[in-house]
Each structure stands twice: as C-alpha cells, then as structure tokens.
C-alpha cells in the first residue's frame, strides 16, 4: 500500500492485509493457544495465549491507527469496554470531567464506578466551552472526556478546544467518535490524545458485530497500563468479530458518504414537516453546533438525527411503530436505517425529552426513507 495512498484506498484494501498464503482475504485465526518452540520460547511475534492479542485484532488495529493519524490501537470486545478502560486506569482521587449529553451506557456505569474508584467526577454541559472550562481543575483533572456529536441531540463539542483546555490544565483528552467516524473528524489532528469508537456502529456497519477501539496519539505508561487492563479483564474481541469488522471497514467511506447524504436530505424535509416540533442535526443552520461542526467535520454532518415530535411519549412511540422502512430499534450506524424512542431505551434517569425519537440514517433510497418517516407521522394521528 503507497504511503500516501487516501483513506478510501486504505480501506478498500483493508489495509493491505493478507492471508498466509497470499489470499487478498485475510485468514480467520481460530486459535486460543499456540505452541512453543523445542527451547520453550514462543515463535516470533506469537502470544501465549489468546487474551494477550491475536493477528486478526492486529489487522483492525493497524488499520485505524493509521486512519486516525494515531501511533497504536487497541481492539475491545465492545465500545463500552473501550470507553472504560481509560477510567479504570486512573487511580484514586484522580479527576475526570464528562459531558451531561453522552451514551447513557456509560454514563450510568460512571455513575457506580467513581463512587467505588474514588474518581472525582465533573460535569459539563455538552458544547459549552466555558462550563468545560469551570469543571477542569489544574492538577487534579486527569481525563477530559467529549463525545461529538453527542447522543441524542448531536450536540458538537470544539475537539481543539477541549483538548487545549485539559492539556493547559495537564490531563488528557479522549474523544467518543462513534458518530463521526475517521471519514468525518480525525480528532488527533485537532490536539486530542486518545480516540474511542464502538465499531459496532458505523465502523462494522452491518448490525452483526459488537466490539470497540481506542487510538492513541502517543504511547507511554497511561497507554500500557490500558493494554494491561485489556487482557487482565479480559475484554478482548473474538477472532470472527475481528474478521468481520474489517470486511465492514472495506466499504466504511462509501457507507458513511452516502448515509450523510441521506441524514442531511431527511433533516431538512422534516425541518419544514408540520408534525414536527424540531429537528436536532448538525448539518442545519438552526443547531447550535453547527458552525463547529461545519469547521471540524469534513464531507457531511453525519448519519444521526433526532426529532422532536408533537406530542408526548405515547405519541413519539406511535409514529416509531408505524414506520414500515425504517426498523423501530436501538442502536445506530448500520446500512439500514433505525428509529427509537430514546427515553425509553435511556429508562428513568434519562435527561432525554420524552417526545424524542433518534433516526439512524442507513443507505437506503432517501425516497423511501422520506415517505416512510411521512406516512409514519401522519398514521400515529398525533
Ligand atoms: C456513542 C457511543 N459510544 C459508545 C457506545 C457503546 O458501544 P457498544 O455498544 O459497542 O458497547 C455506544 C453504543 O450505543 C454509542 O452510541
């Protein structure tokens, strides 16, 4: 693979891994253990076993260090496990500043475990820069945690910005880049210090793999210590997993591309749409991150928008059970397109409005995706 061969070129490619035999398909390693030499010594580059890392994580992991412009990445069985392992190797009485707008798994595991841990734990508004600036304290913050565009309501959050502020005060910055993907921001580029995607979102894209990764802009005893955490809790991805993500990331430019499209032609139909109280979405005007965005996401807003409709709860959960294309589901990311009530999914502690619905935009034909949301709206009778 030339060196400066573009992102589209790399993926195509898969990275230009290969099989052992020179297959242009890598091979799936099966696996658990691996024999030793007649002195004892394991073959080079082998593990001992396979919690430790096998090749078809490698594949993965080089592919998106190099995407993200990172120096290491790191596989997870999931983006949950990925996001956390960068708490759980902090200590005790280190601080950690979140956002209040982020994925409610792992809020909620925040929650629980800075009690346990001893972590401080700071709040944020989401896209507030100056409520950012009050929650990180010099010296005690460790961590500054940014999910852009955040769920549900795709608030967007200045990378360069945070990641000024947490290194001014000597923490790090990582940044939840599940919604953007490395097609649209490249948040190293921007000063940020660790990137973590669920690649069970767009990064896989077919709704049939869960797993997740951290890319690191610079190793040292921070990074060890999360490689550490990986195989001692052993949160690590299976090998058909792996397989599976990189066959996904094959098409991820296509994919993110044309579902942009489609989010960006939705947004605006249901900007005007009469059964519609709001449209949250990047990508218009009206959003209050728009301008950031439009400076630090390149080739489309993303695939993720949220609407207000009118009504209530009951009235929100109608129009999802009414859609005949879009699939009423969780999660997001896939080539086909979702819609959820979110504050159901998010349960009682949720800060969601209860007449929110979050649409997962997939490839389909936006005339399809358009008249079903329509018809959708206008059979829930709200
Ligand atoms: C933005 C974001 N980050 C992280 C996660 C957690 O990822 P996973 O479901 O792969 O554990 C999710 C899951 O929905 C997510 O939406």
New binding site residues.
């Given amino acids: 693979m030339p060196r400066q061969a573009r992102p589209a070129t790399r993926l195509a490619h898969a990275g230009g891994a290969r099989g052992a035999d020179g297959g242009i398909v890598p091979d799936i390693g099966l696996s658990t253990t691996f024999a030793r030499n007649e002195d004892y010594s394991l073959p080079a580059g082998a593990q001992s076993y396979v919690r430790a890392g096998t090749g078809g994580w490698r594949n993965v992991e080089v592919l998106m260090a190099d995407l993200e412009g990172g120096v290491d990445a790191r596989l997870f069985a ?4 990925a ?1 956390t392992v960068l708490f759980q190797a902090l200590g005790p009485g280190d601080g950690v500043v979140v956002p209040d707008i982020m ?1 409610h ?2 809020r909620d595991w925040l929650r629980d475990f800075c009690e346990r841990w001893g972590l401080r734990c700071e709040t944020y508004r989401a896209g507030d820069i100056e409520s950012l600036v009050a929650a990180v304290k010099v010296r005690r913050t460790r961590l500054v945690w940014v ?1 852009t565009p955040a ?1 549900p309501t795709w608030d967007v959050t200045d990378i360069a910005a945070a990641a000024d502020i947490a290194h001014r005060a000597g923490a790090w910055c990582a940044v ?1 880049s ?2 953007a993907t490395p097609i649209l921001t490249r948040p190293l580029a921007l000063g940020a210090d660790f990137v ?1 995607h ?4 767009s990064l896989n894209g077919h709704s049939d793999v ?3 990764i951290v890319v690191a802009g610079a190793d040292g005893e921070y990074w060890n210590q999360v490689g550490e955490l990986r195989t001692g809790n052993g949160a690590v991805a299976g090998a058909f997993e792996s397989w599976l993500l990189l066959r996904g990331l094959r098409t991820l430019h296509l994919r993110v591309s044309r579902a942009c499209e489609n989010a960006a032609r939705l947004a605006h139909f249901l900007d005007e749409h009469p059964k519609v109280r709001r449209v949250l979405y990047p990508g218009l005007e009206t959003h209050p991150g728009h301008r950031v965005a439009a400076a630090q996401m390149h080739g489309g807003f993303g695939s993720m928008l949220s609407i207000l409709v009118d009504g209530d709860a009951d009235a929100a959960r109608r129009v999802a059970g009414a859609a005949r294309v879009f699939v009423p589901a ?3 990311g896939g080539v086909e397109s979702l819609i959820e009530h979110r504050a159901s999914v998010e349960g009682p502690n949720s800060p969601v409005p209860a007449n929110l619905l979050r649409l997962s935009v997939g490839i389909e034909a936006i005339d399809d995706l358009v008249g079903d949301i329509d018809q959708a709206l206008g059979a829930a009778g709200n």
Avoid: Q
């Fill in positions: 999931s983006g949950l496990a996001s994925y798994g792992l999910e769920n939840d599940t919604v973590v669920s690649a069970t979102k869960l797993a997740g969780t999660s997001l």
